[in-house]
């Protein structure tokens, strides 16, 4: 018997109890969906986590910080032998040893000050962060407007979304309004810098018996950052050797020691493929360095998102147990009624694989068809989900219901293992069925009809 002729056949005796087909069926409709549904809420949960960390900051960038944590210069580093070796503090050698490590595309120290921004009668205090124009336009910054910073700037600005807007006039009120109206273009306006935190501050005076002679620098501002919520937001970028230049000046003025190596806030690192990152960050701090990345946030959340993936992959999963049983079912019943048929095939010298194969086709089918339209309908709830219920929900919490555009994904390769399961799950529950056809007495089978 050819494999085609199996096919017809058990397309034929499938739609002989065309009924108990469909209810079967149906069974395996429900299990495969069940399953589809539950893991894709698991899978939008998971592209909303990485969705709203990337509305944070870049996946690719690390921080890298000294032992003392944010800022802190220096750090111990671990030798060989498993003790601590000499301070090691965030310098251009740091730097360089860093740019070596496999994985990494880019680096850029920074150096921060905190500076008084001065435009006419308005002022405002903002940290200013010294950065190489390589890893500006590699943490992807969207402009709102104006342009971004280049090589050749030197006193020019770039300001976070939420800096503007602190500009306040000090004769009429004491503190800056953040999230307020702005008084100033940042973008036309001419910008003094100065390192005074007193500058035009009535209630703010100068330490007693001090007298320092801060420097005022000229400067000007070329964008505005549009992104409100990542930290970019709260800061103003300036070429790291313009800001250098104006962190020696104020040593000066306050007459503070020279260290005489230049060490850095902070270094930023960007590592090119995403799924390195935490291999870099782990080389760095064997480097006895502290590390910061969303990555960390994201990997928290993402195995919070598998862990509820198998708890509801593992609900779905009873569902198309109870449907396989229900091919069991179906398969042995059709067995008993069908025992003369069976008699009349071994009888005129049908091959016993070819009676088994028939059986588990027949099966194989049911699952396969089932899980055909399980995967249609998983579809259409998802479509559901993502339109109408994710409406609902932004209506009824005011948009506060999840940042996220999906609450459903469903991935191409679960579509595809969904189908093989389901196929799979259908033969399998029709393997004994299938043996006890190819067992049973020709004789007997005549006679019990």
Do not use: C
Not at 383 to 400: A, E
Request: charged content about 20%; cysteine-free; hydrophobic content about 45%.
């Amino acid at each position: 018997m050819s494999n085609l002729d199996l096919i017809i056949m058990s397309f034929r005796n499938l739609l002989r109890r065309r009924t108990r087909s469909i209810l079967a069926i149906i069974g395996v409709v429900v299990g495969s969906s069940s399953i589809i549904v539950m893991l894709s809420l698991g899978f939008g949960l998971s592209a909303n986590f990485q969705q709203q960390i990337e509305s944070y900051g870049n996946l690719h960038i690390i921080d890298v910080m000294g032992g003392g944590g944010y800022g802190g210069p220096v750090a111990m580093t671990s030798s060989k032998d498993g003790g601590m070796g000499g301070a090691s503090s965030l310098d251009d050698l740091t730097v360089a040893q860093i740019a070596k490590i496999d994985g990494v595309e880019t680096t850029s120290p920074v150096i921060q000050e905190y500076l008084k921004l001065i435009i006419g009668k308005y002022v405002s205090s903002s940290n200013v962060m010294g950065i190489e124009n390589k890893m500006l336009e590699k943490l992807g910054y969207e402009l709102q407007s104006g342009r971004a910073l280049t090589a050749d700037d030197k006193y020019a600005l770039l300001f976070g979304n939420q800096i503007p807007p602190t500009f306040y006039n000090p004769k009429k009120t004491l503190y800056s309004s953040w999230g307020g109206a702005a008084q100033v273009d940042v973008l036309t306006d001419k910008i003094i810098l100065t390192g005074d935190m007193a500058y035009g501050e009535k209630n703010v005076p100068q330490e007693p018996g001090v007298a320092i002679d801060y420097k005022m620098y000229k400067a000007k501002g070329v964008g505005i950052l549009s992104n409100p919520n990542d930290e970019s937001a709260y800061n103003v970028y300036m070429n790291i050797d313009t800001l250098k230049i104006i962190k020696a000046d104020l040593k000066k003025a306050r007459k503070e020691t020279a260290t005489g190596k230049q060490t850095y806030d902070l270094v930023k690192v960007y590592v090119s493929d995403i799924k390195k990152v935490e291999k870099v960050s782990q080389a760095i701090r064997d480097m006895g360095f502290q590390t910061s990345s969303l990555n960390d946030w994201l990997k928290s959340m993402q195995d919070t998102a598998k862990m509820m993936q198998g708890i509801l992959g593992g609900i779905g999963a009873i569902s198309l147990l109870v449907a396989a049983l229900g091919i069991t079912n179906t398969m042995i019943m059709s067995i008993y009624e069908r025992t003369k048929e069976i008699g009349i095939m071994k009888v005129i010298g049908a091959n016993l694989p070819d009676i088994k194969n028939l059986f588990l086709l027949e099966a194989g089918l049911i699952g396969f068809i089932g899980g055909v339209f399980g995967i249609i309908f998983s579809f259409i709830i998802s479509l559901l989900m993502n339109t109408v219920l994710k409406g609902i929900m932004d209506t009824v919490l005011g948009g506060m219901g999840g940042s996220g555009s999906t609450i459903s994904l469903i991935p191409w390769w679960l579509v595809l293992a969904s189908l093989g399961f389901s196929t799979s799950i259908g033969i399998i529950a029709g393997y004994y069925p299938a043996r006890r056809a190819m067992r049973m007495s020709a004789l007997e089978s005549l006679r019990n009809e």
